[in-house]
């Protein structure tokens, strides 16, 4: 069963990406792409969430709202809203077993496309440790004074 029922489905290797089709991964890192202005957001997404529920002991494990996603940029995800999901690529990079890569992969795109200092990126920080410094200057975009340092 293919399962592209969603809107404006993710992409992997310029096809769309399903249910069916993540096996043996845990999460991926991704590229989201407004189409109209070129603007663009590096994340991390998990296809598994692990929730407590009650009366077990265990956890339980299910599908993540990974099909419903756009990243955790309260800009990006405003702009989803005003301009409409069809005005935004979504686009898996790499597909990751552990954790631990996925963060790490994540972390290393970001860096690798300087999106702390490029004014075509949604990103505001990196890993919650660096973040985009108010008082920098950045040609073509304004920056938020909210910004942490």
Same mark, same amino acid.
């Given at each position: 069963?293919?399962?592209?029922?969603?809107?404006?489905?993710?992409?992997?290797?310029?096809?769309?990406?399903?249910?069916?089709?993540?096996?043996?991964?845990?999460?991926?890192?991704?590229?989201?792409?407004?189409?109209?202005?070129?603007?663009?957001?590096?994340?991390?997404?998990?296809?598994?969430?692990?929730?407590?529920?009650?009366?077990?002991?265990?956890?339980?494990?299910? =599908?993540?709202?990974?099909?419903?996603?756009?990243?955790?940029?309260?800009?990006?995800?405003?702009?989803?809203?005003?301009?409409?999901? =069809?005005?935004?690529?979504?686009?898996?990079?790499?597909?990751?077993?552990?954790?631990?890569?996925?963060?790490?992969?994540?972390?290393?795109?970001?860096?690798?496309?300087?999106?702390?200092?490029?004014?075509?990126?949604?990103?505001?920080?990196?890993?919650?440790?660096?973040?985009?410094?108010?008082?920098?200057?950045?040609?073509?975009? =304004?920056?938020?004074?909210?910004?942490?340092?």
């Amino acid at each position: 069963m293919t399962d592209t029922d969603y809107d404006n489905p993710w992409t992997f290797n310029s096809k769309p990406f399903t249910t069916d089709d993540i096996g043996i991964y845990l999460g991926f890192v991704y590229i989201i792409t407004q189409k109209s202005t070129g603007m663009r957001y590096i994340g991390r997404k998990y296809f598994w969430s692990y929730k407590k529920v009650k009366g077990k002991k265990n956890r339980v494990k299910s =599908e993540s709202d990974w099909k419903k996603y756009y990243g955790s940029s309260k800009d990006l995800m405003a702009l989803v809203k005003k301009c409409g999901k =069809e005005d935004f690529e979504r686009v898996i990079l790499s597909l990751h077993t552990t954790k631990g890569d996925v963060n790490y992969e994540e972390v290393k795109q970001q860096f690798k496309n300087d999106v702390l200092e490029d004014a075509k990126y949604f990103n505001d920080n990196i890993n919650g440790k660096w973040y985009r410094k108010p008082d920098h200057i950045i040609e073509g975009r =304004e920056v938020n004074e909210d910004y942490r340092f």
